[in-house]
């Protein structure tokens, strides 16, 4: 198992910019990939983004298309999300997840077998 913690989320105006971060620990060593999720309230959580721990090869949701960007620091075991010219929409608590594998496809919130405990972006109008 894998654990993760999250950090870096906060409240900023329309237009700024937030890097979020998620450190991980354990049985890392079995990562496929580490993954962006976010859910609004009254919403379903959806994917942002992701990226493949081997390879760093990354998708985003069209939402962050050209916004956000998810990087990795292997040494370190950890993912982060710079997330850039946010927007109201954008407010909702960001959950980092890894998986062992792609078994539904790294879009899929199901192939996902470890969370954070997520951290609350508010972009204020």
């Known amino acids: 198992q894998v654990q993760l913690v999250e950090s870096g989320g906060g409240l900023v105006q329309a237009g700024g910019s937030l890097r979020l971060s998620c450190a991980a620990s354990g049985r890392t060593s ?17 994917f942002v983004a992701v990226i493949r721990w081997s ?3 990354t998708y985003y949701a069209d939402s962050g298309q050209g916004r956000f960007t998810i990087s990795r620091d292997n040494a370190k075991n950890t993912v982060y999300l710079q997330m850039n010219s946010l927007k109201p929409e954008d407010t909702a608590v960001y959950y980092c997840a890894a998986s062992r594998t792609n078994y539904y496809g790294v879009y899929n919130r199901n192939t996902y ?3 954070g405990q997520g951290t609350q972006v508010t972009v204020s109008s």
């Open 30 to 46: 079995s990562t496929y990939a580490m993954g962006w999720f976010r859910q609004a309230p009254g919403k379903e959580r959806e």
């Open 55 to 57: 390879t760093g090869v």
């Open 113 to 115: 077998d470890s969370w």
